[in-house]
């Protein structure tokens, strides 16, 4: 953060500056200083295992998975309020039909994420089609979807199915003696994914190109319309699955799960070093801002006296300072 | 004037829609409720299903008249339900603290103390807006996120009841056989409505939200105008907070005034104010919120499980929604409605059709 302050004049620093790199490196050297702080603090408890590291991929899956579909709608410029929403419909949903309809995981699952796209799709059409300003849409979506979960059940529904079971505790194991969960390793093969998809192919441009300028991209003659639809899509087929993780790390579905998820889901992307104008940000920075944002919960955890709610007095003032950052990047870049 | 004239100039005036869809909800209520409209003086306080939509909608009336002003200005403002939580929290801690609960002196000084950081919170997000110029939603984001951890930590993760009769006089109590929410919430409408429309200030207000860059070179010190209605924004939460806590004679830190930001956009929305800025309608959103409220209600009364509740929110919004948009009433009435105002303040509409034309094979 020093560079920012000091690196104004001088070209070197300037050039340092206009870099769009430079928010993903600040956020993964605030992950390590953490990460060391922790090291430091908490070397008694076994904070340097390796599985603590592993635990934040563990723990923090799903998050991811919501987060990759976030940073496809934010690159955009739009904002997908409905994740939180979608997740624990989900949840609700897979719980429904495996516990109280008998129906095995394999069949559940693709309709679940079948369920999630198709309302994406529907958020995104509604947005662009008639011009209704995304934040309202999905904040419709974020109703609906909730109202949903209590429409099926009010009461949490917790699963028991062997299937799920044995799923949900498969160890994937890592060498050095530390493993994987199944979602962990699914959250990072979507991230593999995104990275591809956003860097090497077609769509992955025109995505960027419509969060520069949604008219330059419309005078180029780029399918404006179908590439924001799809954007919508993803978010909404990423929830659902990441609403099957959350399912099986927690292993019930309940209307009130994931109440909020949005948020951090955002605030991911945004540490991430993503503009929320669009245009501008990559992925792999959305992978730094959930590792910080789940760091945060296991240094509270390690310090064992905090509360919970610091958790979110934490990430609120990490948003504040990356917000101050990207504002800091913006105003030179135009000035 | 002949009658179908009459009915045009009825049907062109912003309030119709609102007050028909209003009356339409309220009459629903009469063959589930025989009673409905009837309203009874028990012990010296008036009772009745309408006195009851009024008492449990004045919090959100009044959020919805502080988000009206900040998204006139081309705002947003998703922090209330986090100051609404705070300012619950900060004034049930100071009452419970007290040896005498029901002094007089102690409630106010808890008043006072929960509607200064209401204030604060407000600033706060006003400068993070105006002065750094970060995206409203984005600004107000910050404390959503963290003003619930505040709250819960001012509460200590507990919920704190208090045992006050003056303290529930602000959100439970009656003066002169009415709720005495309801003298808060006139009050407070009086008050925003003479400031906007008696005053220079509405139409200071509107002009930041149509193009602040060109309110500013007119000379209108746009970035002042913007902090008044945050801080304005975050006084109402504040009394809102105030009257949450004091209905059911607790704070809990997590979970008072959740979604109400939602709510409060909803009530906007459906009174005419465009989520763009500019143009804002008090009464609209008054109303608004009223048919929130009484859609509440009304899911109650009529035996739809309270479950579906969210459910039928979100369709009305989405109803609303698209009933505002331009596009989808073309598309879907097609030439009925081509008497349409063109002067449309909406940037993406004007900017996306022409280009469409060209682009299209």
Redesign the interface.
């Given at each position: 953060m020093s560079v920012i302050s000091r690196g104004g004049p001088s070209p070197h620093g300037y050039r340092l500056l206009q870099d769009r790199r430079l928010p993903v490196l600040v956020t993964a050297s605030l992950f390590v200083v953490m990460f060391g702080f922790g090291a430091f603090r908490y070397q008694a408890y076994g904070f340097l295992d390796a599985q603590v590291f592993m635990n934040l991929f563990i723990d923090n899956g799903y998050l991811l998975v919501a987060a990759v579909g976030a940073t496809f709608v934010i690159l955009t410029g739009g904002?997908d309020l409905s994740v939180g929403s979608v997740i624990g419909f989900t949840t609700m949903l897979t719980a429904w039909l495996v516990e109280k309809q008998g129906l095995p995981l394999l069949v559940v699952a693709p309709i679940a994420l079948a369920v999630g796209a198709f309302g994406g799709y529907l958020m995104g059409y509604?947005i662009h089609?008639?011009?209704?300003?995304p934040?309202?849409?999905t904040?419709?979506?974020?109703?609906?979807f909730?109202?949903?979960c209590?429409?099926i059940s009010?009461e949490s529904i917790s699963i028991s199915d062997p299937a799920v079971d044995r799923l949900a505790q498969t160890h994937v194991p890592l060498p050095g003696g530390s493993f994987l969960s199944i979602a962990a390793v699914v959250s990072l093969v979507v991230l593999a994914a995104a990275f591809y998809v956003l860097h090497y192919t077609r769509f992955g441009r025109r995505v960027y190109a419509i969060g520069g300028s949604?008219?330059s991209a419309?005078?180029m003659?780029l399918p404006v319309a179908g590439t924001k639809i799809a954007v919508y899509t993803v978010s909404g087929f990423c929830s659902a699955l990441a609403g099957l993780l959350f399912t099986l790390y927690i292993q019930s579905g309940d209307?009130l799960h994931a109440v909020g998820l949005e948020?951090d889901a955002?605030?991911s992307v945004?540490v991430g070093g993503t503009l929320?104008?669009g245009g501008s940000g990559y992925v792999i920075g959305t992978l730094c801002g959930v590792l910080v944002l789940g760091l945060i919960k296991s240094l509270i955890q390690f310090e064992g006296t905090l509360?919970?709610?610091?958790?979110?007095?934490a990430?609120?003032?990490l948003?504040?300072a990356f917000?101050?950052i990207q504002?800091t990047m913006t105003?030179r870049r135009r000035g | 004037m002949s009658l179908s004239s009459l009915w045009r100039a009825a049907t062109q005036h912003r309030l119709f829609w609102p007050v028909a869809a209003l009356i339409v909800l309220l009459l629903i209520n009469v063959p589930f409720t025989p009673g409905f409209f009837e309203i009874h003086l028990k012990n010296g306080h008036l009772y009745g299903s309408l006195v009851s939509i009024v008492l449990f909608g004045s919090p959100l009336i009044l959020v919805s008249i502080g988000m009206t002003l900040v998204i006139a200005t081309g705002g947003?403002d998703l922090s209330v339900g986090a100051v609404v939580a705070i300012s619950g929290a900060l004034a049930c801690l100071v009452v419970s603290k007290q040896a005498d609960q029901n002094s007089v002196a102690g409630v106010l000084l808890s008043f006072g103390l929960a509607l200064a950081a209401a204030l604060v919170c407000g600033a706060w997000n006003g400068l993070?807006v105006a002065r750094?110029?970060?995206?409203p939603?984005?600004?107000t984001?910050?404390?959503?996120?963290?003003?619930?951890?505040?709250a819960?930590?001012i509460t200590g993760?507990q919920i704190i009841t208090v045992n006050s009769d003056s303290y529930s006089l602000i959100g439970g109590g009656y003066w002169l056989t009415l709720p005495f929410s309801l003298f808060v919430v006139a009050l407070v409408v009086v008050l925003s409505m003479v400031l906007t429309r008696r005053t220079a200030l509405g139409l200071l207000v509107e002009a930041v939200g149509g193009n602040a860059e060109a309110s500013r070179l007119a000379g209108i010190r746009s970035r002042r105008i913007k902090i008044m209605a945050y801080v304005f924004c975050g006084l109402c939460a504040g009394v809102a907070g105030l009257m949450i806590s004091s209905n059911v004679s607790a704070a809990d830190?997590n979970n008072a005034g959740l979604w109400i930001e939602?709510d409060a956009?909803l009530a906007v929305?459906i009174g005419g104010t465009s989520?763009?800025g500019g143009r804002f309608h008090l009464g609209g959103t008054i109303v608004g919120a009223l048919i929130i409220q009484t859609l509440t209600t009304t899911i109650y009364t009529i035996g739809v499980?309270t479950?579906?509740?969210?459910?039928?929110?979100?369709?009305v919004?989405?109803i609303v929604?698209?009933l505002?948009?331009?596009?989808?009433r073309e598309?879907a009435f097609g030439a009925l409605t081509k008497r349409r105002n063109p002067a449309r303040k909406?940037p993406?509409?004007s900017?996306?059709a022409a280009?469409?034309l060209?682009?299209s094979p």
């Open positions: 904002i509604v089609h008639f011009e209704i300003q934040f309202i849409v904040l419709a979506g974020l109703f609906f909730r109202g949903l209590l429409v009010k949604e008219q419309l005078l003659g209307p948020l955002i605030a945004v929320l104008t509360s919970s709610w610091w958790t979110k007095i990430t609120g003032v948003l504040f917000i101050l504002r105003a | 947003i993070l750094l110029g970060i995206q939603i984005i600004a984001l910050i404390l959503m996120v963290a003003g619930r951890g505040v819960q930590l993760g830190g939602l956009i929305v989520l763009t499980p479950q579906t509740n969210l459910v039928f929110k979100a369709v919004v989405i929604c698209l505002q948009s331009a596009a989808f598309k909406d993406g509409a900017v996306d280009p469409q060209e682009v």
